[in-house]
């Protein structure tokens, strides 16, 4: 279905560097299998990085030109004292993507459930992290002291580890929490993401001086990533899984199916790419919570909703 | 008495790429107290009839004899001496003296004074406490030698133990050795290739051919020469006949 | 003679049964090894099935051959493997000649090897996974980047190596060459270089195998592609027969490569018959 | 004879003139590697102010040197670098006993080690990083799976080399001991054993390092405290200057205890002088 | 005409340690054609002699000339031949012998043939494709023998050449070293610990000391003894006279 109107030579290379290659980023793989990005003009070079610190390497050493990771690099970016900042200017995703796993099938679901016990989380300092120190506080139970955060493991292996016996919880991601559930492993009990409000939690982004200097690219992107959110929120789960099946290899279209009927019911895509100040807000509050945040970040610096406005309105 | 006796020995070496010959049909007997030089070109199998004796080897056929019976494992009665000394470079010279004994689970104090009244007399006094490399060459081989005899064996293989000396400190070394084992009535077998060696210190030499290694002849070193020290044997007209003899015998089989 | 297949080159009747008592012995040996790994696999298939092992976590065999052939039937699976090797020859290959480079410069130059020394054995202790990071800002996010880890890994190790062999080298055979009137470079052309590389040689088949652990780490780094890549995004989609399939072809190509490094050893050192 | 601290210890003039240019020499390379060190930090300072190093990326000397300052001026630091030393203290000790073992068990049953012989190749050639998760499963996601992947990394190693230098002993040695009828116990034990003393200790220089790489390879995948935890923890909130310092640390750590392992050989092989 | 003069050598060796002193006053020279002998233990200095005639190693003190010209750098006006055989296992006999040429840039078509032919008259035929490995003891060092005059030498140091060797052999080899010398009228200086091989071979003997090297004695030997080869001198009373007197020269300095 892509529009082959523009000629090769004309498109202008874009590269994008993905934090990991993964379902909750299917607006980006739509706007890409859909051509949205070729009908802008745009030539992305997609190449996943396997890490947020990788991703905002490459983008600071010029690697890459746009980064999708998590909003909250930007600020621990902030805070060092770049002088180069690098700022956010689309949304993807608008909530925390992870959900809460349990050993066993629990119907009444109540956060307090996780007292006493233990559960695998993600490093200290990442989002997923933070959201849920965050959301369990919101839900009366402190971390560490009335639940055992186990918080050392690498996100690749996280559900392995706790599928081997390690914890009694586990903050899953997808595809990961559906697979577990489908092996009879583990259950989805409750989602980070529909507890901690809306915040940008992943986001495309660059350094000032190529927003500065690319300002047409720039847009040409965003109207693209703006024709994705629509597709998907008015498409079903069964096509925009078949639109990104190419990008996961491996696995069943049954599994992504349900994956992705997961995030359109949790409300985990940004309708729009727009970055309010409220959401962001949302995020800051969560990580001063987290202890993370030691320098005052303003909106103004690390975020630009001008692309976002203009692609929403055409 | 009868120390070591050989019947119809033969050895065969087996490899992937064939069978060696090593030894045929060798047999000779060696009386107690009797010194008998073995000499051979390299690869005749000296050091395998050695190695037989001592029970480090088993051969393909024939029957080995230590004291009328047959020999099974090393045994205690033996004593060996190599080409180089190995002393064990992380002992001292003492440990090392001792190390036989330590073995075969028989120090003990008369046993570790003797060994070191053996050191006096081979001239290593005071070397006790030291490490083998703060020794020269000669005084090495010498606290081989009084590793071997601290172990208190009645028969005493040696091969070729001077052939990595200085040619100086190996005619003293020859002397030091043909007498201790006389005075210690000690039964000796002297792997050499040198012949002229084996004729100045020994009672009876074997003569040996190689490719497959047997035995040429069996002679009897006269008794004007044994009488003399291996320094002035070889001086005596009897030792050049007796040399001559041997030689030719090399020659014409080569 | 009658000779049969444990007994064929046999030289006479001693030797037959010498060779077939060392052939029957190899045969056993052989039948020892095959009965380890049929063990391994049956007992994991078995144990996955009857559920004492979770299946779940480390797949089984079954499944890990029918990815094998799923992958290998559309065509996905051999790119992997052939990146993978490629980046490892290729770091093999740098790594060994700047290793050797680095060797011969040492031992041209004393007083160069001893102000390196301390920096040497300093970056030969550095764990080089450490510095992942740093490759990719200076090298980029791709071959380069996993072709220098790979280099990284076994330069130090090749320079240690060859130029211990290259000191080792008998004083008198360069005597030797001295005495012919022979300069340092004579020294090194006819003796020393020839003499140091039987060992040379076998520290390839090492190398090789730091090369192919530079190459994983960089591709868990870096890559777009390759076995390392596969075990990475196996973990993310949470495919772990996937991981473990890439595992055992990881090992498939370490066995492949040490070989092929044996072979060419074997080869190219004919002269010892 | 009037002596200055480069001709101390002088035994005649000659000697002295002798001692004089070596030690000078010496003075010199120490100066040359120096300089290079000082050079190499004032570059990176330099281009680092100046803009032509990325100082975010890269950091710069100075702003590491506070950090480290104010980490251990709030003992913030010292716990970190503890644990790693402990880890791989522990990993090492682990990994040379148990390739030791496996080395002494393969030299007393040859055919044994002729069954094992593939496996144990394929074992080494394995990039043990790519057995990441499978640590985890099995021994948990703490200190248990940071030190198997020390031992991982450095057994074979150790095996390999300890068992080449029991069967390289002089057979002459051992033919002595057999020679007094003693049992292959007693080769193993008054011969065997401390001829290859020496190349085992030598091995555990190498050795080390291994353990090391294999805590920093654990830390990456499970750690909670520890130098390689640091790293990441930087990554994780972009503070690069507590990257760098864990790297220089890192650097530091390796060669202190390469060190020591340098110091225990040269103590426990003093018969030698 | 002199070939090799040394005036008032003295040579001593650096290390942290101290000093060595290998060498002090040594004076000797030795004629075109001549064949001289040096012996004295261990440690005295021999080898050390050698290498400065060889512009291997520079005297600390006194003139090294080679046919009247200072020794500056190892020339292939000389030879070399060492203990062990040293022929380079990758390389076949045949690139062993023209090593030398090789090295010195002045391998030809005549001399590679007359180098064969070498071979040849060493009875060496048919070896030239073989492998070191593929030869017996003697057989090496014969091959090193024609790798070092395949480069033409005028004078050929020889240290301890034979002794590595078998008796039989070794015998056989100082015929061949002796006569193939002075048929080339080479002019030679053979390092030996055997006194008695350098009675037997030379005509002239340097007996040295230890402790520091010194020269204790230099003697002609008697035109009786050299008209014999070295196996029948060995035989001759002179010899022993000869022998004994050298001999006791060692005791009384030991
Ligand atoms: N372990 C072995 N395996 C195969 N062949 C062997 C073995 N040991 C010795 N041989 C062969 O057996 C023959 C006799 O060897 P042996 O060592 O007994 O000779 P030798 O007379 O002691 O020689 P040398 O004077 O060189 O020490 C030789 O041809 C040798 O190659
Ligand atoms: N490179 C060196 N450094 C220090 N000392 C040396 C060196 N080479 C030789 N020596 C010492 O110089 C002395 C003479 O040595 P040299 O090798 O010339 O003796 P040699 O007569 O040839 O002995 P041998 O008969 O054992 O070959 C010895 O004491 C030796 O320890
Ligand atoms: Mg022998
Ligand atoms: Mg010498």
Known sequence: PSDNSASEEKLTQVRVSEVIRSIFYAPQYVAIEQGYFKSEGLDIQLD?????????????????????????????????????????????????????VARNKIDNWDWSMLKGKSLVGSRKGSMPEMVSEYVLKQNGVTPFSDVNIIQNITFDNQATAFASGTGDFLQAFEPSGAILEQAGQGYVVASFGQDSGKLPYTVFMAKASTIKSEPTTIQKF???????????????????????????????????????????????????AVIDQEEFSNMLAIMKEAGELNADVSYQDLVNTEFAEKAKRQ | MVAISLEQISHKYLTDSGETTALTDISFTIEQGEFVGLVGPSGCGKSTILSLIAGLLFPSAGKVTLFGEAVVRPTHQLGYMFQQDYLLPWRTIEQNVLLGLEITGRLSQAKRERALRLLDEMGLLGTADRYPHQLSGGMRQRAALVRTLASEPQVVLLDEPFSALDYQIKLQLEALIAQTLSSHRLTGLLVTHDLGEAIAMCDRIIVMAGRPGRILRILRVPDTIRALSPLEARESAEFHGLFRQVWRDFQDEA | MKHNLLTRGAKSPDHAQFLRKKRLRSVGILTAQLLIAVAFLLLWEIGAREGVINSFLFSQPSKIGEQLISMLASGTLLPHMWITIWETIVGFLLGTAAGTLLAILIWASPVLGRILDPYIVLFNAMPKVALGPIFIVAFGQGFLSIVMMAVAISVVVTTIVVYTSFRDVDANMIKLVQTFGGNKWHVFQKVVFPAALPTILSTLKVNVGLSFVGVIVGEFLVAKAGLGYLIIYGFQVFNLTLVMLALFLILFVSALMYHAVAFLERRLLNWRN
Not at chain 1, 65 to 79: M, N, P, S, W
Not at chain 1, 229 to 254: D, L
Request: proline share 2%; glycine share 8%.
């Open chain 1, 48 to 100: 996943t990085a396997w890490g947020g610190d990788k991703a905002m390497t490459r983008l600071l050493a010029d690697q890459a030109d746009i980064a999708l990771i998590g909003a909250e690099t930007t600020v621990y970016v902030g805070q060092q004292g770049a002088s180069d900042k690098v700022v956010n200017f689309a949304q993807v995703t608008q909530r925390d993507g992870s959900f809460l």
């Open chain 1, 222 to 272: 965003t109207n693209a990533v703006q024709k994705a959110q629509n597709f998907i929120h008015s498409s079903t789960p069964e096509e925009v899984a078949k639109v990104i099946q190419p990008y996961f290899e491996g696995v069943e279209s049954k599994v992504l199916t349900a994956v992705i009927k997961r995030y359109q019911d949790g409300d985990a895509w940004a309708k729009d």
